[in-house]
């Protein structure tokens, strides 16, 4: 098992960057599989990224060219560095990770969640 905390998101202008963080607890967190969902208000819960336990990434359409998952094992965390972001970035982002595949896309097939962190995107 393995509990996640996100940080980094805050207020930024069209067209800055972020750096989100998701920290994990546990010593097997190498072997976990995260994604960074978005949630906007009233819309599904998306994929943005994903990075697989041995550092495969996978990339919504939305994001390519703009944000980079990555993953220290050392530290137990994964990145999202947002950059080029816009209005549209705005909603909270979630790290999520799961043990048992590194290729899920469905935020139902992560059983592994933390509590979120709000990115707003100011024009």
């Known amino acids: 098992q393995v509990q996640l905390v996100e940080s980094g998101g805050g207020l930024v202008q069209a067209g800055g960057s972020l750096r989100l963080a998701c920290a994990a607890s546990?010593?097997?967190?190498?072997?976990?599989?995260v994604g960074w969902f978005r949630q906007a208000p009233g819309k599904e819960r998306e994929l943005v990224a994903r990075i697989s336990s041995g550092g495969s990434t996978y990339y919504a359409d939305f994001v390519k060219g703009r944000f980079t998952i990555s993953r220290d094992n050392d530290k137990n965390t994964a990145y999202l560095q947002m950059n080029s972001l816009t209005p549209e970035d705005t909603t909270v982002y979630f790290c999520?990770?799961?043990?048992?595949?590194?290729?899920?896309?469905?935020?139902?097939?992560?059983?592994?969640w933390g509590q979120g962190t709000q990115v707003t995107v100011s024009s």
């Open positions: 999520a990770a799961s043990s048992t595949s590194n290729y899920y896309t469905r935020m139902d097939q992560y059983p592994y």
């Open positions: 546990g010593r097997t967190f190498r072997l976990y599989a």
